[in-house]
C-alpha cells in the first residue's frame, strides 16, 4: 500500500525517521533513558524559545490539552474558539468539569485581541485556551497582539496550542510571555502520531500545585517530579522519542531560520497553486489587509471548494 499524504496531519514520515524507531528497546529508569532524555532537552527548548521544561507525554495532543485543563483551572477558563478544534476544548473543559466560558469568533475568523480583552476584563476567568493555527478552517491567529494582551492580565494563565504551527513557523514562547504551549508530533514535526509535547512555565506549576483533582496521566506536577531526573511519569512511548531526537538533530542541522523560510515558501507555492486553480483561502478576504498571519501559513484551502472537487 502507498500512501501520499496531502492532510495536515499525520504527514509522510521518512525513512530516516521510520529507521530511527527501530532501535533496541530500553527501560525508562535507566541511565540511557535519563541520557536521551536530557539530551533532548536543551534542543526542545530551543524549537519553544524557553527556558521552561518541556515534558514529552505519550498521548496525542488531546490529552495534553485537556491535561492543560485540569492542572489548571481553578474558577473558570475562557476558551478562544474559532474552529473546530478549538470549538471542541470548551466541550472538553466542561466535560472534566470545570467552568467555562466562550469567547466566539466566526470560523476563519482569527481571535480577535481586544474582545479577548473585554472579556478577561470581567475578572471571571483564570485561565485561557487558545489555538494558534485552527486547522479546521487554516486560520492563524496574531499570536504576538494575543499574547500582549495576555500579558495584561498576569493572573490567568495562558495555554496556547500550536499544533499545526510548532516549528513550522517562529512561536517565542518566553518573549510571548504565554505559560503553556502544547504541540503535537504528526504535523510539522513530521513524525508518527502519538507524542505532544508540552512547555510550562513555573508560574503555571505552581498554580497546578493548589489545584485538587488533576488526576495522574497528565499531573504537570508528576511532570515535574520526573522531569527533574530526566523521566517521564508513565512508561512512554520510546520508539517515538527516538524519533523525536532523530528529528530535532535534522532540524538543528537546517536551522530554524532556513526550515522558517521553507515553509514559507511552501506555503507561498500551495497558495498560488490553489489560486491557479480556482480556489480561495477560507479565511475571509478582509484578513489580508490586517496581517499576513491572519491566513494560515501552514495550512490554507478552501474546505467547501475542496470538498466539491473531490466529489
Ligand atoms: C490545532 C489542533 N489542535 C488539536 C488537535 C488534536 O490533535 P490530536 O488529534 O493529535 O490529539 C489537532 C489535530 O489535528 C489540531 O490540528
Avoid at 70 to 97: E, H, I, P, Q, Y
Avoid at 171 to 179: M, N, P, Q, S
Avoid at 202 to 231: C, I, P, S, W
Wanted: with cysteine; hydrophobic share 40%.
Amino acid at each position: 500500500m502507498s500512501y501520499k499524504l496531502f492532510i495536515p496531519g499525520p504527514i509522510a514520515v521518512s525513512t530516516k525517521t521510520l529507521q530511527a524507531m527501530a532501535q533496541p528497546m530500553i527501560g525508562h529508569r535507566s541511565t540511557d533513558f535519563v541520557a536521551l532524555y536530557n539530551g533532548l532537552q536543551p534542543k526542545l527548548q530551543t524549537l519553544f524559545a524557553t527556558k521552561d521544561p518541556v515534558y514529552i507525554s505519550t498521548s496525542s495532543a488531546w490529552g495534553s490539552m485537556e491535561g492543560a485543563v485540569r492542572n489548571l483551572t481553578k474558577t473558570k477558563v475562557l476558551n478562544c474558539m474559532n474552529g473546530a478544534f478549538s470549538d471542541k476544548w470548551n466541550d472538553v473543559a466542561l466535560r472534566v468539569g470545570k467552568g467555562a466560558g466562550a469567547l466566539k469568533s466566526e470560523w476563519g475568523q482569527p481571535v480577535d485581541p481586544a474582545a479577548l480583552r473585554k472579556e478577561l476584563a470581567t475578572g471571571a476567568y483564570d485561565t485561557v485556551t487558545l489555538i494558534h493555527n485552527e486547522t479546521s478552517t487554516g486560520t492563524m491567529s496574531d499570536l504576538s497582539a494575543l499574547a500582549a494582551v495576555l500579558r495584561e492580565f498576569p493572573d490567568v494563565i495562558s495555554i496556547v496550542d500550536t499544533v499545526s504551527s510548532f516549528s513550522a513557523v517562529p512561536i517565542e514562547k518566553d518573549a510571548l510571555g504565554i505559560d503553556v504551549i502544547i504541540t503535537g508530533s504528526q504535523k510539522a514535526l513530521a513524525l508518527p502520531p502519538g507524542l505532544s509535547l508540552i512547555s510550562v512555565s513555573k508560574r503555571a506549576l505552581d498554580r497546578a500545585a493548589g489545584v485538587t483533582q488533576r488526576g495522574y496521566y497528565f499531573d504537570f506536577v508528576e511532570f515535574q517530579k520526573n522531569h527533574e531526573q530526566g523521566m517521564t511519569p508513565s512508561t512512554p512511548v520510546i520508539p517515538l522519542i527516538y524519533a523525536l531526537k532523530s528529528k530535532v538533530e535534522e532540524i538543528e542541522a537546517e536551522t530554524l531560520p532556513v526550515r522558517y523560510a521553507r515553509h514559507l515558501r511552501l506555503n507561498e507555492t500551495m497558495r498560488a497553486w490553489g489560486a491557479a486553480k480556482g480556489f480561495t483561502l477560507f479565511p475571509a478576504k478582509e484578513f489580508g489587509s490586517r496581517s499576513l498571519n491572519c491566513f494560515s501559513n501552514t495550512l490554507n484551502y478552501d474546505l467547501g471548494a475542496l470538498n466539491k472537487t473531490l466529489k
